[in-house]
């Protein structure tokens, strides 16, 4: 039982890696973008 756990658990853990990196690189490229249009947007507002 732990033995087949453990594998389940290993394939399970290596696939959710694999869509969490992809998610954590588009929430980054997103992030990165929205921090960027804050900043020269506040720099604009203010003289």
Do not use: C, E, N, Y
Request: hydrophobic share 60%; net charge neutral.
């Amino acid at each position: 039982m732990t033995a087949i756990g453990i594998v389940f658990w290993d394939g399970m853990t290596s696939f959710g890696l694999h869509i969490w990196d992809s998610m954590t690189a588009i929430r980054l490229i997103f992030g990165t973008a929205i921090i960027i249009l804050v900043v020269l947007m506040t720099q604009k507002l203010s003289p």
